[in-house]
């Protein structure tokens, strides 16, 4: 399984600042996902990473919003822009790396917007 | 409409007693089907995956769930409840086919051990 590690792992930031997420992973992967875990919530997906193209983002997210990047196959970042205590969350990355599409995560990051 | 229900927000248990966490999805073609479990402050560990043939999977720590295909669940059972297993469990259901994508994650169930 991939090994994947995350920085920072939490942050408190103030309304109207930007934060980037680096995600790391021990391995070469195709695909890698950010997903938004709010408050008492589950997992939703924001954008699918692949390595040089551009990311592909669900529906409500925005590329203005959270631009990420895939410089190789092992590295990806997203960046909260322009915060707002609304994008308070846990911020979690993932590789689809298993022969059976599993899914392994990130720590996560536990972002605090002020 | 694909979707993940998990009818159970928050059960609780005694140590040693038997759990059950429901399950039930919506997907278009035959799915790929995990349980996660995540600790308070940490991120979403694997424990089990059903892609196909034996409908009755293991996973680590003691888990197994079922899938039932006449029923569209695919439900996490552990005979007897240790007061570690207190966590948020979720559901997924992912692609089975190329290009692999996003799973859809249920809302979680989480667990809580008396003991």
């Known amino acids: 399984s991939a090994v994947i590690s995350q920085k920072p792992s939490r942050d408190i930031c103030q309304r109207g600042t930007s934060l980037t997420i680096q995600c790391q992973v021990d391995?070469?992967?195709?695909?890698m996902f950010w997903y938004r875990q709010q408050p008492g919530q589950s997992l939703t997906l924001i954008a699918t990473?692949?390595?040089?193209?551009?990311?592909?983002?669900e529906s409500g997210f925005v590329i203005d919003k959270f631009p990420i990047s895939r410089p190789n196959l092992t590295f990806s970042t997203l960046t909260v822009s322009n915060m707002s205590p609304e994008d308070s969350s846990i911020y979690l990355c993932?590789?689809?790396?298993?022969?059976?599409?599993?899914?392994?995560f990130g720590p996560g990051t536990r972002l605090t917007v002020l | 409409a694909q979707s993940v229900t998990q009818p159970d927000i928050h059960i609780t248990v005694s140590e040693g007693a038997s759990l059950e966490l429901r399950c039930n999805y919506s997907y278009g073609a035959t799915p790929y089907l995990f349980w996660y479990v995540q600790s308070p402050g940490q991120g979403l560990q694997l424990l089990l995956k059903y892609f196909s043939g034996d409908t009755l999977v293991q996973g680590i720590k003691g888990f197994e769930a079922e899938f039932k295909r006449s029923q569209s669940s695919f439900n996490l059972r552990k005979p007897s409840v240790h007061w570690s297993d207190a966590a948020e469990y979720f559901c997924?259901?992912?692609?089975?086919?190329?290009?692999?994508?996003?799973?859809?994650f249920g809302k979680g169930t989480k667990l809580s051990v008396k003991p």
């Open positions: 990473a692949n390595q040089g193209s551009e990311a592909t983002y």
């Open positions: 993932s590789t689809g790396s298993g022969s059976y599409n599993e899914q392994f």
């Open positions: 391995s070469q992967v195709t695909m």
């Open positions: 997924a259901v992912g692609p089975n086919r190329a290009p692999r994508g996003n799973l859809i």
